[in-house]
T-cell receptor
């Protein structure tokens, strides 16, 4: 199993540009999560999906952020327009259905907005 | 609102010492608790998962305990090694959400 795969690993963009982060969860996992990590706030849950349906997006900072999961093997997190304060590491994680299972995290995307 | 606190924020020990990392949470209605390791600039690696009905889990030199009623978990690392240097995060699962503490940054000196 290749694990949770995120791309790109690093992204540097100018303020105002659109940024799209991508995630491929582990095959067979029903849950997919997007987290953001910063020094000040630690790890924050942005949104999570169950069977491709968004369940809780209360952590999404504002309307500039959107996430989609068009199928069970792919999800995107989009920021438009990007701002310097969006600079962070964005992690994707997946988990099987059932509360007996833990989460598996991807390697993250380090986003820098200049 | 569930809050997760980890103490200490940073810890430096000489190689070979046994050590304990602490995690506390405010709401005992959790499904499970997971300990992760994060190396600088890297992702999160799962170390141990404890279900709410369990008291402890062991993997090699690591032992994690859970006392749900008091809202506490500990991660015990035996015979620490320089390769154990990393940030250790605990996270509690409530519903579909995994809520993280701020982590303990561990440095093991040769």
């Amino acid at each position: 199993d290749a694990g949770v795969i995120q791309s790109p690993r690093h992204e540097v963009t100018e303020m105002g540009q659109e940024v799209t982060l991508r995630c491929k969860p582990i095959s067979g996992h029903d849950y997919l999560f997007w987290y953001r990590q910063t020094m000040m706030r630690g790890l924050e849950l942005l949104i999570y999906f169950n069977n491709n349906v968004p369940i809780d997006d209360s952590g999404m900072p504002e309307d500039r952020f959107s996430a989609k999961m068009p199928n069970a093997s792919f999800s995107t997190l989009k920021i438009q327009p990007s701002e310097p304060r969006d600079s962070a590491v964005y992690f994707c994680a997946s988990s099987p259905l059932g509360l007996l299972y833990g989460y598996t995290f991807g390697s993250g995307t380090r986003l820098t907005v200049v | 609102k569930q809050e997760v606190t980890q103490i200490p924020a940073a810890l430096s020990v000489p190689e070979g010492e046994n050590l304990v990392l602490n995690c506390s949470f405010t709401d005992s209605a959790i499904y499970n608790l997971q300990w992760f390791r994060q190396d600088p600039g890297k992702g999160l690696t799962s170390l141990l998962l404890i279900q709410s009905s369990q008291r402890e889990q062991t993997s090699g030199r690591l032992n994690a305990s859970l006392d749900k009623s008091s809202g506490r978990s500990t991660l015990y690392i035996a015979a620490s090694q320089p390769g154990d240097s990393a940030t250790y995060l605990c996270a509690v699962r409530r519903g579909g959400k995994l809520i993280f503490g701020q982590g303990t940054e561990l440095s093991v000196k040769p």
